[in-house]
């Protein structure tokens, strides 16, 4: 079982990112605590790797590149910690029993890092979804905000609410409550949800007007709609 983040990221400092980040597991039965988290350059070399902790290293979409520190070298998250550009611990978040009790498992189901709150006291921020929505300080691990609105597996990241400062997360929820998208913005505060299609995934961010509005693609069998944050 193994996975990689969906865009590479840059932990040597070099002009151009090109650093991998793959999660695996080679035992028989994937094991979460026999997990695997290893960071290659764009050649295929191993520069480092942690082996899991418990509660383990969580899903691939579970762990991103960001330079948190402004050096010029990434950091990794990676499931609940934040690891330095060589692969040491930087911290850990501060509430995982609550996070991986309420999302019923040992691992965040997806994580994003960034300057997400437009506001250079706040950022970077991480929204890590599992039994909810977790903003975070990416400086210390500290949770923002907490908001318990159903079993979020994923999001996407762009200017939903262009009236309003930073960035937001469209989160999709499934397990027990298929389908309905919520809005949170960097400085942690809940918007706005909607439930358009039980089954499609939020996609996007798509700037279809090109006046700098992004909106959210949702579409399955069902049928397929552009939805602003509104």
């Not at 191993?46 to 509660?55: I, K």
């Not at 050096?71 to 991986?100: M, R």
Request: proline share 5%; glycine share 14%; hydrophobic share 35%.
């Amino acid at each position: 079982a193994s996975g990689m983040t969906d865009r590479p990221g840059n932990v040597r400092g070099t002009d151009v990112p090109g650093d991998l980040l793959i999660r695996y597991c080679d035992t028989e039965l994937y094991d979460d605590d026999r997990v695997r988290l290893m960071v290659m350059d764009n050649q295929f070399n191993e520069l480092w790797s942690v082996d899991a902790e418990p509660p383990g290293l969580g899903h691939t979409f579970g762990a991103q590149f960001f330079d948190v520190d402004a050096d010029g070298k990434d950091e990794v998250f990676a499931c609940y910690q934040l690891l330095s550009s060589e692969g040491k611990p930087l911290w850990k978040l501060h509430d995982t029993e609550d996070i991986f009790a309420r999302a019923g498992a040992k691992h965040l189901d997806f994580a994003v890092m960034g300057n997400f709150a437009g506001d250079e006291e706040l950022d970077p921020t991480i929204f890590a979804c599992a039994g909810g929505v977790y903003v975070i300080d990416g400086l210390t691990g500290m949770s923002r905000s907490v908001h318990y609105i159903g079993h979020t597996q994923g999001g996407k990241i762009g200017n939903f609410r262009p009236d309003l400062p930073g960035l937001e997360i469209a989160g999709r929820n499934r397990w027990g409550s298929m389908g309905i998208v919520n809005f949170i913005n960097g400085r942690g505060v809940w918007l706005n949800r909607m439930h358009p299609d039980p089954i499609g995934h939020p996609s996007g961010p798509v700037n279809w007007s090109g006046d700098g509005q992004e909106l959210v693609y949702i579409g399955s069998y069902r049928g397929f709609g552009l939805y602003d944050g509104h």
